[in-house]
């Protein structure tokens, strides 16, 4: 079973701050998802990639496949950037494994 | 608007009582899931189905049980079996597999009285 990190737990930033919120898994995989779960509890996927880099708006993900590791960038964080990352990585047949999650908190 | 919606979105069960969380999709994907989150852990897999009338045990079906009827529908029923139920429900869906994108619903609350 893939074990999926995700580091850190706990990040507090000020307005205006880069972030980068890491995760790390076990097994090789051929695709890693990056979720965004807001305080109400709705999740949205926010990017799936399999190599190099994706890019949408303030948000950036990269992976290298052979370190297995991946980050997610936020970059001019904004108070409504606060929420919980959550990396996933697929398992066998349809199931995903997923990180415990990094709470980001943007202070004003 | 496609999507998928969730309901009810708080539950209070009573002892011994069974309760049905019931999860539709409009995207019209084949693949459907059923998530538990429990404070500072991980997503974790209860059931998911590929097709229609066939479904499959996740990681934490104990004291669970689920249909799929229909495309549209995937609704899961808390037993009373399940001794722990108090945690948020997530159902999701999917084109099909574990690597295509898993749109998700706002979740269910529940609560035991």
């Known amino acids: 079973k893939n074990e999926v990190e995700q580091s850190p737990q706990n990040l507090t930033a000020q307005e205006g701050e880069f972030i980068t919120i890491n995760c790390s898994y076990s097994?090789?995989?051929?695709?890693l998802h990056w979720l965004q779960q807001h305080p109400g509890g709705g999740i949205v996927s926010l990017f799936m990639?399999?190599?190099g880099k994706k890019k949408h708006g303030r948000l950036i993900a990269t992976i290298n496949i052979q370190e297995k590791h991946s980050s997610l960038h936020i970059t001019a964080s904004h108070p409504r950037d606060s929420a919980v990352y959550i990396c996933?990585?697929?398992?066998?047949?349809?199931?995903?494994?997923f990180g415990k999650g990094t709470l980001l908190t943007v202070n004003p | 608007d496609g999507g998928i919606t969730q309901s009810p979105k708080y539950l209070f069960r009573k002892e011994g009582q069974n309760v049905t969380l019931s999860c539709e999709q409009n995207?019209?994907?084949?693949?459907m899931y059923w998530y538990r989150q429990d404070p500072g852990q991980g997503l974790r897999l209860i059931y998911y189905?590929?097709?229609?009338?066939?479904?499959q045990k996740g990681d934490i079906a104990e004291g669970y049980s689920v249909s799929r009827e229909k495309k549209e529908s995937f609704p899961l029923t808390v037993t009373s079996a399940q001794k722990n139920p108090t945690a948020f429900y997530l159902c999701?869906?999917?084109?099909?597999?574990?690597?295509?994108?898993?749109?998700f619903g706002p979740g269910t609350r529940l609560l035991v009285l």
């Open positions: 999701a869906s999917s084109i099909a597999g574990a690597e295509e994108t898993q749109y």
């Open positions: 097994v090789g995989i051929s695709a």
């Open positions: 990639l399999s190599s």
């Open positions: 996933a990585v697929p398992g066998s047949n349809y199931k995903l494994t």
């Open positions: 995207l019209n994907h084949d693949a």
């Open positions: 189905s590929q097709i229609v009338n066939d479904f």
